[in-house]
């Protein structure tokens, strides 16, 4: 079983005996308290999804879990009056009831009116979003609402004007993908541990914790929902993806300090390609020496909204000299590397002539964000033979690494093949600025894409089947 009791301590208990432990930053206060009691969770909520996703989950999910903090009614099941917006089809697709034969991944994916050849990373309207709403006054959950959004594309959303998301920055997202795969299946990659970070993140910032089987339900519940927005299959790696923002916000209004007294747990979904036009083509990064991107015991391990919205003046900067990138130092002593603007720092040393055994490096720090795609590198590089070091790296060590990229869910892997410094040019490998991607990071991108996308078997069980 994986029990969770909040309060001080958070303690993971698996099946297989492991615990994991973690100590928030609560201040104690009765609402935390109130907000992080003890639940159990059966394990499978945890688990590699192996069955497509029904409307009949969606009711056995809530009516399954008697959770004090979690009191289910209903579903409002949205579904069957959605439609794919601007499709031009008024078509079987996105009608009929969820669960049915008709609706099908392989039916309804890349069904919408998308160009997909040209898709970049901005917000586009879908079918809906789906988002459940916490109340101090009951201290629960309320059940996973689907909202659709207006009919020309409107995706506002009311909310108090005192709210303190808005005034105070009480806010914290993750980032994930769905993928259509070679199977026809629709498949999310690794949501457990976006449930375990938002989880991290909402300790830290005093507001209530969302189960991860509410966050699991949500996740699956808004992809199935705008399936016709997945982006079809390519046989050759399309790099399309449908990009899935969970977003936990303190939408009650106060205006002294202090925690909200409503929380909203919203999720939504847009189809995406590449971060950055050129995808994995290296780029040259840009040392932002007048900044800290996070201090050592704030908040930079966490998803906060505010970490990146501290990063917009000096990655404008950055890209106003011309460097689509910026790179963190610690804000200690300035010494070492920390992180990509919006992303986590990777280098690869060769450890013999031939580039026949490789490390993996990447930086150990109290503030850099604990990443999943890193950690999914990280284990990739261990299974294939590599070491893996996790340790402080001196700026002075950037122009002996082989490689160097920047890793996360919305880029996957960004090579760097140049960093400015001050007046200096670092390059990294034999042959920096000749557009080259280097070997590791090339694999270690195919196999993420492999496994997203199911041209390779899931050994670690890795993907979560949507539909
Ligand atoms: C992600 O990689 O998912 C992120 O959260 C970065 C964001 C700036 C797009």
New binding site residues.
């Given amino acids: 079983m994986f029990s969770y009791a909040g309060n001080a301590l958070t303690r993971l208990t698996f099946s297989n005996g492991i615990e994991r432990e973690h100590r928030s930053e609560l201040t104690g206060s009765s609402r935390s308290k109130r907000s992080h009691r003890q639940v159990t969770l059966p394990l499978r909520t945890y688990a590699a999804r192996t069955r497509p996703y029904s409307s009949a989950d969606a009711t056995k999910f809530l009516d399954a879990r008697k959770l004090p903090f979690l009191r289910a009614t209903k579903v409002i099941n949205c579904c069957s009056s959605l439609s794919m917006r601007d499709s031009g089809s008024s078509g079987a697709t996105g009608t009929a009831p969820v669960g049915t034969n008709r609706n099908t991944a392989a039916q309804r994916v890349g069904r919408a009116a998308v160009d997909w050849q040209s898709l970049g990373f901005g917000f586009t309207p879908t079918n809906c979003y789906v988002k459940a709403v916490w109340r101090e006054q009951t201290g629960t959950w309320s059940p996973v609402e689907v909202v659709p959004y207006g009919p020309n594309g409107e995706a506002t959303f009311p909310l108090h004007v005192a709210s303190t998301a808005l005034h105070y920055g009480q806010s914290i ?1 993750e ?1 994930l993908k769905a993928f259509a795969c070679a199977d026809g299946h629709v498949r999310l990659f690794r949501p457990q541990e976006n449930a375990r970070r938002l989880e991290r993140s909402a300790l830290r910032l005093n507001m209530p914790v969302v189960p991860a089987a509410l966050f699991l339900e949500a996740v699956t519940r808004c992809v199935y929902e705008n399936l016709e927005f997945v982006p079809p299959y390519v046989e050759q790696g399309g790099g399309g993806s449908l990009y899935v923002r969970p977003v936990l916000f303190g939408s009650g209004g106060r205006i002294g300090l202090g925690p909200a007294d409503e929380y909203t747990f919203m999720v939504l979904v847009v189809p995406v390609g590449n ?1 950055y036009k050129g995808g994995l083509s290296p780029v040259t990064a840009y040392i932002s020496t007048n900044y800290d991107r996070a201090a050592p015991r704030g908040v930079g391990h966490v ?1 906060v909204a505010g970490n ?1 919205a501290a990063d917009l003046k000096p990655s404008m900067e950055a890209k106003q000299r011309g460097y689509p990138i910026n790179l963190y130092l610690d804000a200690r002593e300035q010494k070492f590397i920390e992180e990509f603007g ?2 986590n720092f990777s280098a690869v040393r060769y450890l013999d002539e031939n580039g026949n055994r490789y490390v993996y490096v990447t930086p150990d720090s109290p503030s850099v964000l604990e990443g999943v795609t890193n950690k999914t590198l990280m284990e990739l590089s261990l299974d294939a033979g590599m070491k893996v070091e996790r340790r402080r790296i001196p700026v002075e060590e950037l122009a002996t690494f082989d490689e160097v990229f920047a890793s ?4 996957v892997i960004t090579a760097v093949d140049q960093i400015v410094y001050g007046d200096q040019v670092i390059g990294i490998g034999k042959h920096p600025g000749s557009g080259q991607v280097g070997p590791v990071a090339r694999r270690l991108y195919d196999t993420v894409r492999g496994l997203q996308t199911g041209r390779l078997p899931d050994r670690h069980g890795w993907t979560y089947l949507v539909a």
Avoid: I, P, Q, W
Avoid at 408 to 411: E, F, K, P, S
């Fill in positions: 997202f980032g971060y998803k990146y919006t992303s996360g869910t919305a880029v």
